[in-house]
């Protein structure tokens, strides 16, 4: 009997108790370990059997040439290696554009700061990597505040049209004329924040637009397919940047100024949206791994080998990331919108212990709900320009006070900190 408690114990449960945060990171990264092993399973299978072909193909092309031209294989392999090394440079068979002229040099360092790099163009004296090293430097970290403020923006915008189609879909269900009416078209408002899935819907469609249209300039311009041109677009816009194909690298094109200012904008548009994309998935991302940790947390609780009284102290130590619809009951006179779809409540991650509403959310949990935008947009408005006032107050012995009660999107920089209390699953006031 003792031997199978063991066993229990053993199995049903963690083996230390770990704080909620380093719980989630440990799961994100558990999560894309698997991601990254499956990833490299589907590719060894569609790739490997293409790449032996191309190897056995090779190997048969540099027989018959030897054999033909009467020439030794290791002085050809000689040959190949040089041509090798005048390829870094920049040097190809076919006549390219070249790759140090001034315009040359503003897409290379375009590609840089962009954190594309394709990889065509690398500088190949000591004195230029040097430079690359420190320019870099401060042209990604200005580039990335640019995208932070881009998203920023976006994000506003979306925030502001949808309010607006929220308030006439109102007017026209028949709220807001005189009176109570047009009081309770104003309390359905009051807080309204745009869910998650919507923008991140748009910004999808954005993207594709964008993707779709360039891909017809690419296809026509570069004569590659129409799929080669969609590949490349996300490789670029995902800055990911393989440079397998590069856009507006021949000598010359038929209206080419037209097609290279074309292409910068494409480049920048579709660069901006995916990265604007990215993070609103990584919200969902999140969401799912608050979800996933309370699902746990909910089966420690009733585990046997936990105690009833720290069963108790982990569930109440873990609310903050339940899932919880919008409160049941208002003050007087107040109607709050609510979508049951998505709403939801998800506290801060760092929250030291239970607040006094604790007891009216414990009977308000829904174990198979998401957060919504709500909770996310709410809580990581702090851009990199409040970060800086932070760090001025911290170093001069002044903490910085929490005004907003957090929910687990909370305390972040960058994008998380820019989204904050701007959608429906990152607001505080829920």
């Given at each position: 009997?003792?031997?199978?408690?063991?066993?229990?114990?053993?199995?049903?449960?963690?083996?230390?108790?770990?704080?909620?945060?380093?719980?989630?990171?440990?799961?994100?990264?558990?999560?894309?370990?698997?991601?990254?092993?499956?990833?490299?399973?589907?590719?060894?299978?569609?790739?490997?059997?293409?790449?032996?072909?191309?190897?056995?193909?090779?190997?048969?092309?540099?027989?018959?040439?030897?054999?033909?031209?009467?020439?030794?294989?290791?002085?050809?392999?000689?040959?190949?290696?040089?041509?090798?090394?005048?390829?870094?440079?920049?040097?190809?068979?076919?006549?390219?554009?070249?790759?140090?002229?001034?315009?040359?040099?503003?897409?290379?360092?375009?590609?840089?700061?962009?954190?594309?790099?394709?990889?065509?163009?690398?500088?190949?004296?000591?004195?230029?990597?040097?430079?690359?090293?420190?320019?870099?430097?401060?042209?990604?970290?200005?580039?990335?505040?640019?995208?932070?403020?881009?998203?920023?923006?976006?994000?506003?915008?979306?925030?502001?049209?949808?309010?607006?189609?929220?308030?006439?879909?109102?007017?026209?269900?028949?709220?807001?004329?005189?009176?109570?009416?047009?009081?309770?078209?104003?309390?359905?408002?009051?807080?309204?924040?745009?869910?998650?899935?919507?923008?991140?819907?748009?910004?999808?469609?954005?993207?594709?637009?964008?993707?779709?249209?360039?891909?017809?300039?690419?296809?026509?311009?570069?004569?590659?397919?129409?799929?080669d041109s969609l590949y490349f677009c996300f490789v670029a816009f995902s800055t990911i940047g393989f440079g397998d194909l590069v856009s507006s690298q021949r000598e010359s094109y038929q209206a080419q100024?037209?097609?290279?200012?074309?292409?910068?904008?494409?480049?920048?548009?579709?660069?901006?949206?995916?990265?604007?994309?990215?993070?609103?998935?990584?919200?969902?991302?999140?969401?799912?791994?608050?979800?996933?940790?309370?699902?746990?947390?909910?089966?420690?609780?009733?585990?046997?080998?936990?105690?009833?009284?720290?069963?108790?102290?982990?569930?109440?130590?873990?609310?903050?990331?339940?899932v919880q619809p919008a409160p049941a009951q208002e003050a007087p006179g107040k109607h709050r919108y609510t979508n049951a779809s998505v709403e939801t409540v998800c506290d801060s991650e760092t929250d030291?212990?239970?607040?006094?509403?604790?007891?009216?959310?414990?009977?308000?949990?829904?174990?198979?709900?998401?957060?919504?935008?709500?909770?996310?947009?709410?809580?990581?408005?702090?851009?990199?320009?409040?970060?800086?006032?932070?760090?001025?107050?911290?170093?001069?012995?002044?903490?910085?006070?929490?005004?907003?009660?957090?929910?687990?999107?909370?305390?972040?920089?960058?994008?998380?900190?820019?989204?904050?209390?701007?959608?429906?699953?990152?607001?505080?006031?829920?």
């Amino acid at each position: 009997m003792v031997r199978k408690q063991q066993s229990a114990r053993s199995t049903c449960c963690f083996p230390v108790d770990m704080n909620e945060d380093n719980a989630r990171f440990g799961l994100l990264a558990a999560l894309i370990l698997v991601y990254l092993l499956c990833g490299a399973a589907v590719f060894s299978a569609l790739e490997r059997p293409s790449e032996l072909r191309a190897h056995r193909r090779w190997e048969q092309q540099l027989e018959d040439f030897t054999q033909q031209h009467q020439i030794g294989l290791e002085a050809l392999r000689v040959l190949l290696r040089q041509y090798e090394e005048a390829n870094v440079a920049g040097i190809r068979v076919d006549t390219l554009r070249p790759r140090w002229d001034f315009s040359g040099a503003f897409y290379f360092v375009g590609t840089v700061v962009s954190t594309i790099g394709f990889g065509m163009t690398t500088p190949a004296t000591i004195a230029g990597k040097i430079f690359l090293i420190f320019y870099g430097l401060i042209g990604c970290a200005a580039t990335i505040l640019f995208f932070n403020l881009f998203l920023e923006r976006i994000i506003t915008m979306l925030a502001y049209i949808m309010r607006w189609c929220h308030e006439m879909q109102l007017r026209r269900s028949g709220v807001g004329g005189v009176g109570e009416d047009r009081r309770s078209q104003d309390d359905s408002l009051e807080g309204w924040k745009p869910s998650v899935y919507y923008v991140m819907l748009i910004l999808g469609v954005a993207a594709l637009l964008i993707a779709c249209s360039a891909s017809a300039l690419y296809a026509t311009m570069e004569d590659w397919g129409y799929f080669d041109s969609l590949y490349f677009c996300f490789v670029a816009f995902s800055t990911i940047g393989f440079g397998d194909l590069v856009s507006s690298q021949r000598e010359s094109y038929q209206a080419q100024e037209a097609y290279r200012l074309g292409n910068c904008l494409f480049i920048l548009m579709g660069v901006c949206c995916i990265y604007s994309l990215f993070n609103v998935i990584s919200i969902v991302i999140k969401q799912t791994l608050n979800w996933i940790l309370a699902k746990l947390d909910c089966q420690r609780a009733h585990c046997p080998c936990q105690g009833p009284a720290r069963g108790r102290r982990r569930a109440r130590a873990h609310k903050r990331n339940a899932v919880q619809p919008a409160p049941a009951q208002e003050a007087p006179g107040k109607h709050r919108y609510t979508n049951a779809s998505v709403e939801t409540v998800c506290d801060s991650e760092t929250d030291g212990g239970m607040g006094p509403e604790a007891g009216h959310l414990a009977g308000r949990r829904l174990s198979g709900e998401m957060i919504s935008v709500n909770d996310f947009m709410a809580s990581n408005k702090v851009s990199l320009a409040i970060l800086q006032k932070q760090l001025s107050e911290t170093a001069h012995g002044n903490p910085r006070q929490s005004h907003v009660r957090q929910n687990g999107f909370s305390g972040g920089v960058g994008a998380f900190a820019i989204m904050n209390n701007r959608l429906q699953e990152t607001s505080v006031d829920r």
